[in-house]
Structure formats: structure tokens, C-alpha cells
């Protein structure tokens, strides 16, 4: 059977508008799921966290949660908690009652509770990937690749596209290590304080503090 060269270019051109179709749809579905969480004033998130380190032979599974209010946030995970007012940063680890004090970081790269709800659109390319888990639990993956140098080789994102929320993400490093994050819970616009994230002395009696400023 003979294709003629004009069947042959619009199968072509079918299959060129289908993958440009699906970048934008991806692209579009992940700046909803981000703005939409940007919308909120304060954001409640419950997760687990687990990293994989083949080299070393590291695979642990931590639960936390963290409080987002813009930029500030608290963190609490594995014996230690994390509070920032995006200016300063207080580490406190339970075990040795000690409290590092440190300046936030504001680079481009600085990695947050925000900017890893918030930021993954920006200079990565968005397409849509077959997984499996995420499949059966009805929700939509994204895989990012950086156009530039990053830290991470690529990322991907588990989504729920009728709530537009991100239901967890793996970041894989150029380590080799891997990095998941599953979300149980995610709750908006529940009530903080500013002082919500500063760290109080007076709450931890008998700290060491330790200010590497």
C-alpha cells in the first residue's frame, strides 16, 4: 500500500500539535494547581517524608508538619523543629536542647516549605508521565525538567486535578539521591499569628542557644 508525501506530513504535523497540545496542558494544569495554592493565606500541611540514598544504602521514612504563612513557616519533623520569620531561621533539636540561630536564605535556589508548594514552574519544562500509583489513585503526574543548571536532575509531581492540589513530589538530586514527600493532609487559611514564627526563648527553658549569624 502506498502513502502518498501528503498523508505522511499530516500524520506529522498530528503528531507535532498533539505533544505541543500536551505541554501546554500540562504547563497549564500545574500553574492552576500553584496559584491556586499561592492563594491561600496560610496553609497546614501534614506529610511524610523519605529519602533514598543508594550509594549509602539510606532508605528512612520521617513524619511532619509545617505551618506556612508567605514566606515564614514551622517546621516539625523527627525531634526537631524548624521556625522561620523569613528574615531568621531557628533550628531547635530536642535531644540536646540547643537552638542554632541562622539568616534566612534568599537565593533563587533557597529550598522552602513555600517555594516547594510554590515555585516549580519556573524555568523547568512541564510534561505529563505515566505512574502507576498515581494512576490507580486517580490523580495526574507531572514530570519537571530543569532548562538550566539545578541542584535537582528532575522532579515529579503527583496532582489532584479536580481539588488542584499537589499530592506529594520526588525530587531526585544530582547525588543520585531521591527525595519523596507525600501529603496526607492540607488545610488553608487556618488562623496564625506572626508570632506564631519566632522562636520564644522562654518556651524552652534551659536552651543552648547558638547564633552562627
Do not use: H
Not at 12 to 18: D, E, K, N
Not at 193 to 210: L, Q, R, S, T
Amino acid at each position: 500500500m502506498k502513502i502518498s508525501l501528503k498523508t505522511l506530513v499530516t500524520f506529522l504535523l498530528s503528531f507535532i500539535y498533539m505533544g505541543v497540545s500536551a505541554q501546554k496542558s500540562a504547563d497549564q494544569l500545574l500553574k492552576s494547581v500553584i496559584d491556586n495554592t499561592k492563594s491561600y493565606k496560610t496553609l497546614e500541611v501534614d506529610f511524610s517524608y523519605q529519602m533514598f540514598d543508594g550509594k549509602a544504602g539510606i532508605d528512612e521514612i520521617k513524619k511532619g508538619s509545617v505551618s506556612i504563612k508567605g514566606d515564614a513557616y514551622k517546621l516539625t519533623m523527627a525531634g526537631q523543629i524548624v521556625i522561620c520569620d523569613a528574615k531568621t531561621v531557628w533550628t531547635y533539636l530536642e535531644d540536646s536542647q540547643e537552638v542554632m540561630v541562622s539568616t534566612a536564605d534568599k537565593s533563587a535556589d533557597a529550598i522552602t516549605p513555600s517555594s516547594l508548594l510554590t515555585s516549580y514552574y519556573e524555568d523547568y519544562k512541564a510534561s505529563y508521565i505515566n505512574d502507576k500509583v498515581n494512576t490507580s489513585k486517580g490523580l495526574k503526574t507531572i514530570e519537571l525538567k530543569p532548562e538550566k543548571v539545578k541542584k535537582f536532575t528532575k522532579i515529579l509531581i503527583g496532582l489532584n486535578e479536580a481539588k488542584l492540589q499537589i499530592v506529594n513530589f520526588s525530587i531526585f538530586d544530582n547525588g543520585g539521591n531521591t527525595f519523596v514527600y507525600d501529603i496526607s493532609k492540607m488545610t488553608p487559611n487556618t488562623p496564625m499569628e506572626d508570632a506564631d514564627f519566632k522562636f520564644n526563648i522562654a518556651d524552652y527553658p534551659g536552651v543552648d542557644v547558638v547564633d552562627m549569624r
